[in-house]
């Protein structure tokens, strides 16, 4: 196995991490959000319908946290197994497609340290981890195909060893 290939499996198991890292990032900022914002909520709601909106605003957003903490989940466990040269899965398209919800999540959180008047140490932070989700999300993904490139290269040349 080239250097190469061992340190594109190695930035697998890496960022595969991250990844699984950032999805936990990712519901406990929702969480903090709608905590933060929870006078916001209830106002839209009628005094009567207050606490089963939010009941249903909890279930509603815990359902979306499930789903995309799941895509995280999976993409970093196949990412991981596939660095480890374990069982090889089928993760790349979701992963190219959670890089894109991830570049705009960065991006508009570039956008909103412009917009907000007052720039204080939350936003900034927050702005910075989903830059660098963004960015360990594009370090899998180039690695997971130079990965999948590099093994199809040697599968085809173990085959050409065994017929010559």
Same mark, same amino acid.
């Given at each position: 196995?080239? #250097?190469?290939?061992? =340190?594109? =499996?190695? +930035? @697998?198991?890496?960022?595969? +991490?991250?990844?699984? /890292?950032?999805? !936990?990032?990712?519901? @406990? ?13 209830? /106002? ?15 279930? &509603? ?5 499930? *789903? #995309? ?9 196949? /990412? ?6 374990? $069982? ?6 979701? %992963?190219?497609?959670? @890089? &894109? +919800? ?7 959180? *570039?956008?909103? &340290?412009?917009?907000?008047?007052? &720039? ?20 899998? *993904?180039? %690695? /997971? ?6 093994? $199809?290269?040697?599968? !085809?040349? %173990? !085959?050409?060893?065994? #017929?010559?």
């Amino acid at each position: 196995m080239g #250097a190469e290939l061992r =340190k594109n =499996k190695d +930035t @697998l198991v890496v960022t595969g +991490t991250g990844v699984i /890292a950032f999805g !936990a990032w990712n519901v @406990l900022k929702t969480v903090m959000l709608l905590v933060s914002n929870r006078e916001l909520f209830e /106002a839209s709601f009628e005094e009567e319908q207050k606490e089963l909106g939010m009941t249903l605003v909890w279930i &509603i957003l815990g359902g979306f946290m499930l *789903v #995309a903490f799941g895509f995280n989940l999976y993409v970093g466990l196949a /990412a991981r197994s596939e660095g480890m040269g374990k $069982k090889k899965r089928k993760y790349r398209v979701l %992963a190219c497609l959670m @890089l &894109i +919800t991830h570049f705009m999540t960065a991006v508009f959180s *570039v956008m909103g &340290i412009f917009v907000e008047d007052e &720039i204080d140490d939350e936003i900034l932070v927050s702005t910075l981890i989903d830059v660098l989700g963004f960015f360990m999300l594009l370090d899998l *993904v180039i %690695a /997971a195909f130079k990965v999948r490139r590099r093994m $199809k290269e040697e599968e !085809a040349m %173990a !085959a050409e060893r065994k #017929a010559g």
